[in-house]
């Protein structure tokens, strides 16, 4: 892979949030992953925090605008990740995001962004080896492994 080198736009990183989209499918921890629009990777639904609404809230809403996700999100971080989000060529912004637990009660045909996006669920393992943030993988194989227990996941 490929070293990229990016001029930052600001001293500090940026917060974000998004949303770990799960359900338990013949007793596995399934994840729910979305693509990119720019690049077509592999990500969970994530978003700039929105005024009027708890950081928890944001990411469920970025998880149903992103991928028709319906469902109930814990108020508890679950993780945290850091990555550059690439703003224009040669230029990136740091990012910390806070990764919250989403159990999915079911995915929406019609959603906003569903012409720009494929989502796919895939084993928290699959999943892990499939985004490109080490500290994501991390988290993501930590769920697998069953290190981190997902709230909600033993009802």
Known sequence: MKS?????VTDGPSTQ???LCWRKHRDQVQVLLITSRDTGRWVLPKGWPMSGCTAAETAAREAWEEAGV???ITPEVL???GYDKVLAP????PCMVSVYALRVAGLARRFPERKERRRKWFTAEKAARKVAEAELRN??????DGTVVL???GS
């Open 90 to 93: 040669g230029q990136a912004q």
């Open 17 to 19: 949030v998004a949303a």
């Open 79 to 81: 993780g945290l990740f």
């Open 70 to 72: 319906e469902g109930r």
């Open 151 to 153: 709230p909600g996941y």
């Open 139 to 144: 988290l993501l194989a930590a769920v697998g």
């Open 4 to 8: 990229r080198h990016f001029a930052a």
